[in-house]
């Protein structure tokens, strides 16, 4: 059973940076897209980063230029370098799976808090 973990979250002011990471186990790594993604309360879950098993990246437009996705196959993780923080980007971030073949991401962590004060 696929089991993500995410780390990193806290709080941060405005124009700091933080690193989240996501330890990925219970399959083959190289076999899945893996992506972030964050949510707000009374809002729906957004992509802000995905990263396929080849290494191609694709962000959302409020990340580009400022957001990093990553992925270690050695070590199974992803991360998400965060720089330019901006209190809009408080949410909580979630890290996910798309297995190689699969139309959506169909395992997710638990979920780590960022919070950017002004």
């Known amino acids: 059973q696929v089991q993500l973990v995410e780390s990193g979250g806290g709080l941060v002011q405005t124009g700091g940076s933080l690193r989240l990471s996501c330890a990925f186990s219970g399959s083959i790594f190289s076999l899945f897209t893996m992506a972030w993604h964050r949510q707000t309360p009374g809002n729906s879950r957004e992509l802000v980063a995905v990263?396929?098993?080849?290494?191609?990246?694709d962000y959302a437009d409020s990340a580009k230029g400022r957001f990093t996705i990553s992925r270690d196959n050695a070590k199974n993780t992803v991360c998400l370098e965060m720089n330019s923080l901006k209190p809009e980007d408080t949410a909580v971030y979630y890290c996910?799976?798309?297995?190689?073949?699969?139309?959506?991401?169909?395992?997710w962590g638990q979920g780590t808090q960022v919070t950017v004060s002004s």
């Open positions: 990263i396929t098993n080849s290494g191609s990246t």
């Open positions: 996910a799976a798309r297995v190689f073949g699969a139309t959506t991401f169909g395992y």
